[in-house]
């Protein structure tokens, strides 16, 4: 089993930054890649971003493409997610996700079905 525990949610101002983590724990060799997703009052929970663990490619949801940035740190077995010019729209709880499953398409890396190991989520609101 692995545990995941996300961190650095808050409240932010539009134009804003945060920084998000994700710390892995438990049988984290099984993991083959890690995602962000995020979901919204009353909306399905969506796709943001995803990193292959070991040989790290990055995916990107195409609408957060150049503000958002994915990364790992193997030695510290945590995912990080750069927020940046962050927008009203962007308030939501976002979850990180593991996969201990080969995901094997780019289309996979962005499916909740990709991912059995989910964490608690953590809180992002962006006021205007």
């Known amino acids: 089993q692995v545990q995941l525990v996300e961190s650095g949610g808050g409240l932010v101002q539009a134009g804003g930054s945060l920084r998000l983590s994700c710390a892995a724990s438990?049988?984290?060799?099984?993991?083959?890649?890690m995602g962000w997703f995020r979901q919204a009052p009353g909306k399905e929970r969506e796709f943001v971003a995803a990193?292959?663990?070991?040989?790290?490619?990055?995916y990107y949801a195409d609408s957060l493409k150049g503000r958002f940035t994915i990364s790992r740190d193997d030695a510290k077995k945590t995912m990080y997610l750069q927020m940046t010019s962050l927008k009203p729209e962007d308030t939501a709880v976002y979850y990180c996700?593991?996969?201990?499953?080969?995901?094997?398409?780019?289309?996979?890396?962005?499916?909740?079905?990709?991912?059995?190991?989910w964490g608690q989520g953590t809180q992002v609101t962006v006021s205007s």
């Open positions: 996700a593991g996969a201990t499953g080969l995901v094997v398409s780019r289309l996979g890396y962005a499916l909740t079905a990709s991912y059995d190991q």
């Open positions: 438990g049988r984290t060799f099984r993991i083959n890649a």
């Open positions: 990193i292959r663990w070991s040989m790290p490619s990055t």
